[in-house]
């Protein structure tokens, strides 16, 4: 049985006028930790939900495996916060590759800082997927109605995979990261193809966010928050469409601006 995403507390809630006790929800903190062939690979504060898809896209994500079916064996202990995890054959990686950053180039258009994994596992994206203005609103008025978790607690993020017409799947976690790396393990685990396919992202459009969607291959990444610097130029470089601050009919589209469609026709190239 899955654990829950949520907690009761009792609190003292002040409206301004009394204190009150009550329960509040809360959102769920759990560490799990990987054991990979029997080596300690990583621990993960996660939401204790979905951990089967978290450990597959996580694992993908690192570039130790490109497909669920290297995976051999994935017990999950919740009891005690453990994956055990045992692959078709064994990773051959240096684990100091999954720690120091690399200097590369980018499709040799800038040079950008990388971990040495995601110079592996980045794909630069070619889709031909586009999606109207309208669509990317609804999308994501779609994905913040979708997390009851978000609405009771105020304390996770939310990511989702979908088409243009709408959500295929929605994953919720205390870490932004740790959502992606739940959907990436949905599309691994379910074969999804993920080239003419959307994500939306309750998180910032960061550089670490961005690389995750070209590892899961999407071309379009949709987002309520603000983008930093380093994101865009890795989205232009990698071929994905960056459109983030979605909220109250508005949107800014950072990137690759030619998969979005205005209305009437409306593009800009």
């Known amino acids: 049985?899955?654990?829950?995403?949520?907690t009761k507390w009792r609190i003292i809630k002040y409206d301004g006028r009394v204190p009150l006790e009550k329960d509040d929800d809360i959102a769920a903190e759990f560490p799990l930790t990987l054991k990979l062939d029997g080596e300690e690979f990583?621990?993960?504060?996660?939401?204790?939900?979905?951990l089967?898809?978290?450990?597959i896209g996580f694992l993908a994500s690192e570039g130790v495996i490109r497909a669920a079916g290297q995976v051999k064996s994935l017990i999950i202990h919740e009891d005690t916060g453990f994956a055990y995890v045992e692959l078709e054959h064994k990773q051959t990686l240096s684990h100091d590759h999954y720690a120091k950053r690399f200097i590369g180039s980018?499709?040799?258009?800038?040079?950008?800082?990388?971990?040495?994994?995601?110079m592996l596992t980045a794909k630069t994206i070619m889709t031909r997927?586009?999606?109207?203005?309208?669509?990317?609103?609804?999308?994501?008025?779609?994905l913040q109605e979708s997390s009851s978790e978000f609405?009771?607690?105020g304390g996770v993020h939310n990511a989702a995979i979908g088409t243009p017409a709408g959500l295929l799947a929605v994953r919720t976690d205390i870490g932004r990261h740790n959502a992606l790396d739940k959907l990436f393990?949905?599309?691994?685990?379910?074969?999804l193809r993920t080239s003419d396919k959307v994500i939306a992202f309750s998180g910032r459009l960061s550089s670490e966010a961005v690389l995750k969607a070209a590892k899961i291959g999407c071309g379009i990444m949709l987002s309520k928050s603000a983008p930093t610097d380093l994101a865009l130029r890795l989205a232009e470089d990698l071929g994905i469409t960056c459109v983030g601050f979605i909220r109250g009919g508005e949107m800014n589209v950072y990137t690759h601006p030619e998969r979005i469609d205005f209305g009437n026709g409306l593009t800009v190239w």
Not at 52 to 55: A, N, P, S, T, Y
């Open 185 to 191: 393990g949905y599309c691994l685990l379910h074969r």
């Open 129 to 142: 997927t586009r999606i109207s203005a309208e669509q990317c609103i609804r999308f994501m008025q779609e």
């Open 106 to 118: 980018c499709c040799g258009k800038s040079r950008q800082f990388y971990f040495h994994n995601d």
């Open 1 to 6: 049985m899955e654990l829950s995403n949520t």
């Open 52 to 55: 089967e898809e978290l450990v």
């Open 42 to 50: 990583a621990t993960l504060v996660c939401s204790p939900s979905s």
């Open 151 to 153: 609405r009771s607690t």
